[in-house]
């Protein structure tokens, strides 16, 4: 099922995690290392808001909307700053220092957020 | 602590000490001290009395002395440099002194009260021959000022025990401190250059990474913290660590089959013939393996092969080629630098740093290997950085440095995600090669994997132009492009890449080496366009020719 909505740039991100768990292994690895649910409200520049919940405790799963299970930390940002903290120009830390970050729960899992989308891309090599 | 002994041992201990003394009566903190200088009880040195004698009014003196010790000490700043900082603040409080502008009939009469105290000068010398300390300005200093303000370094030591009394999270940050500075005090007992270039590397940054380090340890704190997960944790910890110190055993080359290559003359000189004339690297890979497989103990064939396969995106099959090339000759600088780099493309980052070790000490065998009493990954990365490092500074002055040392610091910076650092490092050594393909290409992959994929993607077209057979450089091109979310460029390009996979072998029979990475990041690809019919296409076999009509590659 397609995670995507129309206008958030966040919803390609969202797209290739899901694509990238349909590799068992990275599926695996990703759960070992997360272990967490992560729910994400998104802005969009419209004003809009959607959420996206990535279940990396029990089943390696994204959807759109609510997840089955309460999550263990809720992150309210903007699309922008999503796509940055995805691609790697922005880090976890720094985005919640400057308070692009809003997080509900165990904040110590946005420590984890960089780790996440790392799984979700291929490496490049040197 | 072999200072701090010194500073309270009894032999100096701040009965005889007057300035200490000062410091002690005017200090109201050090509770636990004081009932060692109750007033009447003293019996500081004849010295001291000598010059409390002389000097009826001193006790104002001596007040705003100490106050103004006090106030100009490095107190008042602890959370941002705490105790490393000391010979700065020192500095700081001598020229505090200096305003004080005692007059000379004052200066003499400290003087001589001091001369008294310098019997137990032991640890004082022998402190004073650091380096550092030396170098630091004494100027216009009264030498027996001099001397006696060293001896009232048991301020230090006050320091450190007024800081533990507020309680545990100074704590953390005295003993980073005091530790830090026991460390330096050491480096520069052993190593006076190397002293400073590390110095300088801990105290860049500043405040970021202070709060880096806090934040890192929150997650490591968090991972321990997690009780019920902390079985499940244990085994994924276990797993990085057996995945690093595994030995690597991918086994023997294998050969593919049917090589016509094997009917040629000379296979080793076709294929660096075939090499120059730009003919596919599956081809010139083709040439190699013949050359081998007529004589396996030809080196510069399995170094070359290695090379050939890694840069054709093959990486299994260039480790073990590069494996075999270093068994047969240990110290050949090309084959470990290679075999360091394809190690660290399969996270296998253990080796790769115990590779860039042997690296290092077979082109600088001068350079010290310091015992590694402990094989955890991070302890590894950090000696061989810190021997790279040293390479790097003993290049002659003026002189270019090592090309090769950067590569392999680039590297090392690169498997501790220490992107910014590692870019800087290949700027530099493409600096010296500009037509290095193969840098261009790394330079590319590091900043791709800092996120800075339109920078990379001009990295990767330089190294294109300067090599078109480069099918490492066209795969990640592929996948930059498939990051900034360019499918049908990233489809294009791994398209062509694999297209370059094609030889003169028959269609059909199965190759032995094939290339994972691009096949599985095509099939991402097309995933990511919502082409599962391509998909089944590829999944079919059959080759890379049933997509031209609608790809161009």
Request: glycine share 6%; charged share 25%; hydrophobic share 35%.
């Amino acid at each position: 099922m397609s995670v995507k909505v129309e206008g958030f740039k966040s919803s390609d991100v969202f797209e290739q995690l899901q694509t990238s768990f349909t590799d068992n292994s990275i599926k695996q690895e990703s759960i070992k290392k997360v272990k967490a649910i992560f729910e994400f409200n998104v802005k969009n520049s419209d004003g809009k808001e959607q959420l996206w919940t990535l279940d990396l405790k029990n089943e390696g799963s994204v959807k759109t909307g609510k997840g089955s299970a309460k999550p263990d930390i809720t992150i309210t940002l903007e699309d922008d700053t999503f796509v940055q903290l995805a691609s790697g120009k922005l880090n976890g830390q720094k985005a919640f220092m400057s308070g692009k970050l809003k997080i509900k729960g165990n904040m110590m899992l946005a420590t984890k957020l960089d780790s996440v989308f790392n799984t979700a891309k291929v490496k490049a090599k040197l | 602590m072999a200072f701090q002994n010194m500073v309270t041992g009894a032999e100096c201990s701040t009965n005889s000490n007057p300035l200490s003394q000062f410091i002690k009566q005017f200090n109201d903190d050090l509770s636990h001290q004081k009932d060692k200088f109750i007033p009447g009880t003293e019996r500081a040195g004849s010295g001291s009395s000598s010059f409390r004698t002389a000097r009826p009014d001193i006790s104002i003196q001596d007040n705003k002395f100490a106050q103004e010790f006090f106030d100009n000490s490095s107190l008042q700043r602890i959370p941002n440099n705490a105790v490393s900082d000391w010979v700065l603040d020192f500095n700081n409080v001598h020229n505090e002194f200096n305003k004080l502008k005692l007059k000379p009939s004052e200066n003499e009469e400290m003087e001589r009260a001091f001369k008294h105290m310098d019997m137990h000068g032991n640890w004082n010398s022998e402190f004073l021959q650091n380096p550092d300390i030396q170098a630091t300005p004494f100027v216009e200093m009264p030498t027996g000022f001099e001397e006696a303000f060293d001896q009232s370094f048991n301020w230090v030591n006050d320091f450190e025990l007024k800081q533990r009394d507020k309680g545990k999270g100074k704590e953390k940050i005295t003993e980073i401190g005091s530790l830090s500075w026991e460390e330096q005090f050491e480096a520069a007992q052993r190593e006076a250059d190397n002293n400073t270039v590390i110095n300088n590397m801990k105290d860049e940054g500043g405040l970021f990474n202070e709060f880096e380090k806090i934040w890192s340890q929150i997650k490591n704190d968090n991972i321990t913290d997690d009780d019920e997960e902390e079985d499940n944790l244990m085994s994924s910890i276990w797993d990085i660590d057996y995945n690093n110190f595994k030995i690597l055993e991918l086994g023997e080359y294998e050969f593919e089959q049917d090589n016509h290559y094997l009917n040629s003359e000379n296979p080793l000189q076709e294929g660096l013939k075939l090499m120059e004339t730009g003919e596919t690297l599956s081809e010139v890979a083709l040439a190699f393996e013949a050359a081998i497989q007529k004589d396996p103990s030809n080196f510069n064939a399995w170094v070359l092969l290695g090379n050939t396969q890694a840069q054709n995106e093959k990486e299994e099959a260039a480790i073990r080629a590069l494996q075999k090339a270093v068994e047969l000759d240990g110290n050949n600088l090309p084959a470990l630098m290679s075999l360091a780099v394809s190690y660290t493309n399969e996270s296998y980052d253990q080796q790769a740093y115990l590779t860039l070790e042997r690296w290092i000490t077979a082109k600088y065998p001068d350079i010290v290997t310091r015992a590694a009493p402990m094989h955890n990954v991070m302890s590894t990365h950090d000696r061989v950085t810190e021997l790279f490092l040293q390479a790097a500074r003993n290049a002659p002055e003026g002189q270019a440095m090592d090309p090769d040392v950067q590569v392999g610091l680039g590297v090392l910076f690169y498997g501790s995600e220490n992107y910014d650092k590692a870019v800087d490092c290949f700027v530099s050594a493409l600096n010296t090669r500009k037509d290095d393909y193969l840098l261009w290409n790394r330079l590319g992959a590091t900043l791709a994997n800092s996120g800075r994929p339109e920078d990379a993607i001009e990295a990767y077209h330089k190294a294109l132009e300067l090599k078109p057979t480069f099918v490492r450089a066209r795969f990640n091109l592929g996948v930059s492009c498939l990051n900034i979310g360019c499918y049908r460029e990233a489809a294009e390009h791994l398209l062509g890449a694999l297209s370059m996979h094609q030889t003169g072998i028959e269609k059909g029979s199965s190759l032995k080496n094939v290339s994972t990475s691009l096949r599985d990041t095509l099939h991402r690809t097309f995933q990511m366009m919502n082409r599962n019919d391509l998909n089944e296409k590829l999944n079919n076999g059959g080759d890379v020719d049933q997509f031209r009509d609608e790809f161009e590659f």
